[in-house]
């Protein structure tokens, strides 16, 4: 499974966005799709996930409200709305493929394939 994130880029606070996360290869192994983030010198944490059939969503605390995942499965593509962005959550955002279920779907251990990263930049 290859997956290839789009859509960051910069933006003023209060401002949105929509990243996006294609996969292609062997997706029928997709259990799971998350979203993390990972600001300089700080460690990779969770954002959302997204169950691929079932269409379940979770959230981090401090996006519930604010950010939405989405799923488009005709495109093998899930997406990421993030709307009244904060100086904040500017980081690297990552989107991960479970192959099975768990329900610590927010560690990054339970993921099997990463994407390369899209930089997302909050201004004040």
């Known amino acids: 499974v290859q997956l290839v994130e789009s859509g960051g880029g910069l933006v003023q606070a209060g401002g949105s966005l929509r990243l996006s996360c294609a996969a292609s290869g062997r997706t029928f192994r997709i259990y799971t799709m998350g979203w993390f983030l990972q600001a300089p010198g700080k460690e990779r944490e969770f954002v959302a996930a997204?169950?691929?059939?079932?269409?379940?969503?979770y959230y981090a605390y401090s996006v519930k409200g604010r950010f939405t995942s989405s799923r488009d499965n005709a495109k093998n593509t899930v997406y990421l709305q993030m709307n009244s962005l904060k100086p904040e959550d500017t980081a690297v955002y990552y989107c991960a493929a479970a192959r099975q279920y768990s329900s610590s779907y927010y560690y990054t251990h339970e993921y099997d394939y990463w994407g390369q990263g899209t930089q997302v930049s909050v201004s004040s």
């Open positions: 997204i169950c691929w059939s079932g269409g379940s969503t």
